[in-house]
C-alpha cells in the first residue's frame, strides 16, 4: 500500500507546483488533460490500482485518493477562474475607450461641382436684376417646340430629339417628352406676367443622343430672359460680359459671333480668350484662342408675339449655358461623364 499512497502524495505535490506556473489557459487545458484526464491522466491511472489492494488497505487509499482527486480539481477552477479574470481585464483593456477624447467626425458630403457652379452662376446674375424661376423637367411639346419657333417640320428638332411619354390631352395634340431645354420657361413666364422680365430659369435637361466627352444625355442648362422697352443687342453684349468676368477673371476678352437659334434673331455664340494660353492657341481651346461658353441672341419678335407682346413696343434677349461646360472650362476637365461617374476621388476635388 505504501507504494500507492506515496504516488498518490508524490502527484498532488507536481501537480498543484505545476499549476502554480501555468499562465494561459491552453496551458491549463494541458495541465487537465496530463493529470486529470480519463483515459491518459496520471491520477485516474492510479486509481485504477485501488480494486487490487487488500480489503484492509483499500479504505485509507480510497480517502487519501478522493483527498487527492477534490484538491487537484478544486485547485484547478481556482486557476481557471484566476485566468479568465486576467483575459477579461486584459480584453477590457485592450478595448478601453477614453471617453474624453473628442468624437470621430462624420466624413460631411459636399455639393456637387455642378451644384456649385449653378451657384455661381446665379450669383453673377443677381447684382444686375435677375431672379431665378423653375419649371417643370417633364413638357408639353407646345412649349418645348412650338412656341419656341420649332414647328414639327422644322429641322432644328433633330437637334433637340428627346425621350416622349406616351400621354397625351384630351384633343391628342400635345403630346408630353422631357424637356430638351429650360427655353420652355421662357413662354410660361411672358404668358403669366407683363413686362419688365430678367429671369434666370436652372434645371435639368435630357437629350436622346449618344454620350462622349462633351456629350452627356442627362445634364443641367441656366436659361437667361429679360424683356423690356429699349433692350437692345448692346445690353446683352453688356449683360454676357459682365458675367464673363466675374467667373473667369477681370482680364477676359469676349467674342460673339453669328450663330442661328430658331427663338431668337440675331443668334450668336459667346465665347472667351482662352484663360490657359491669353489666346495664342493651346490644347485646351484647339488652338484657336477662343472657348464657346454659351449661345443667345435677341427674342425673335413672332415669339413676343404668340404671348400677346406688341414686338414694336418690347425687345428682348435670352441667353443659355450649361454648368457643366462651364465647370469644364474652369477646372480643365476633359470628360463631362466625370461628373455622374459618381466617383468619389473626382467629386471630392471640389
Known sequence: ??????ELTDVESSALAELERISDRDALEEWRVTWQGRRQGRLPKLLEQLPTLPIEDRRE???LANRV???LE???EERRAVLEHASVSQRLSAEAIDVTLPGRRVPAGGLHPTTQTLREIIDAFKPMGFTVVEGPEVEWDYYNFEALNIPADHP???QWDTLWLDIEDDDGKRPLLLRTHTSPMQVR???AQEPPIRVLVPGRV???????????SVFFQVEGLAIDRGITFAD???TLYAFARRMFGPDRRVRFRCDFFPFVEPGVDMAIDCFACKGNGCRVCSQSGWLEIMGAGMVHPKILQRVGYDPDEYTGFAFGMGPERIAMLRHGIDDIRHFYANDLNFLEQF
Not at 1 to 6: F, G, H, K, R, V
Not at 206 to 216: G, I, L, N, P
Open 1 to 6: 500500500m505504501s507504494t500507492l499512497t506515496d
Open 206 to 216: 435630357f437629350r436622346h443622343e449618344a454620350t462622349d466627352a462633351s456629350h452627356e
Open 61 to 63: 487509499a480510497g480517502q
Open 74 to 76: 478544486n485547485a484547478y
Open 156 to 158: 432644328a428638332r433633330d
Open 189 to 191: 413666364i411672358m404668358e
Open 69 to 71: 482527486r477534490t484538491a
Open 236 to 238: 446683352l453684349k453688356g
